[in-house]
């Protein structure tokens, strides 16, 4: 009982921790931040053997720029790779919507 307990604690720690990364992303400028750019474009060697185990990052808040290139250089990673709220751009500046102020974002399709 006590191991079920000390697992689910750790558990809860981790996507807490992890939810403050996606929430300290989105507090900085469109540009990539040094945290997701090392996991993108500079992976330790532990994080691509938790890849290599299925493990899948999650990105939050990158434009469509952003997200191409983050792609096109890690190709051969790109099913380690979930991108959410990515923002739409036209001629690299991000665009709002006039109705809420918001940036628009790509349908991911998870409303459906």
């Not at 300290?24 to 992976?43: E, F, G, T, V």
């Not at 939050?60 to 191409?68: N, Y």
Request: proline share 2%; net charge negative; hydrophobic share 35%.
């Amino acid at each position: 009982m006590n191991i079920q307990l000390v697992s689910t604690i750790k558990v809860l720690f981790l996507v807490a921790l992890n939810q403050g990364l996606l929430a300290d992303h989105q507090a900085h400028s469109p540009d990539l931040d040094a945290w997701s750019a090392d996991r993108i474009y500079h992976p330790s060697e532990a994080q691509l053997q938790r890849e290599s185990r299925g493990q899948v990052t999650i990105y939050d808040g990158f434009t469509d720029v952003e997200v191409e290139k983050a792609l096109d250089h890690g190709f051969h990673r790109m099913q380690n790779m979930m991108f959410t709220r990515v923002k739409v751009t036209r001629d690299g500046q991000g665009i709002v919507d006039e109705n809420t102020g918001e940036a628009v974002t790509e349908d991911d399709g998870c409303d459906d």
